[in-house]
């Protein structure tokens, strides 16, 4: 396999995808990559993201008390009745 260049669908920067790489992805039949690795990184970090950052828009959660400490917050889903639901801080600690 020879190297080929790509276009990063999300910047639209060219972008090598090695021999080794194609290899990889041939072996575990995953598709070639759409992003350069800076906006496949970007991309992971934000689905990472813990609860109360920056990976869902804030403005449109369900307000909710925390189940653990009280204070108020905001959801990106609809909370359940009778399930304990927790705020940022609390979450990552459980």
Do not use: I, N
């Amino acid at each position: 396999m020879k190297a080929s260049e790509r276009s990063c669908e999300q910047c639209g920067d060219a972008f090598e995808f090695s021999a080794g790489e194609q290899r990889f992805y041939a072996k575990r039949e995953f598709p070639p990559p759409k992003r350069c690795p800076g906006c496949r990184d970007a991309h992971k970090k934000a689905r990472q993201a813990a609860p109360g950052e920056a990976a869902w828009d804030a403005e449109e959660g369900f307000p909710a008390t925390c189940s653990a400490c009280g204070a108020s917050t905001l959801l990106p889903f609809e909370p359940e009745t009778g399930r304990p639901v927790y705020c940022g801080d609390c979450f990552r600690y459980r």
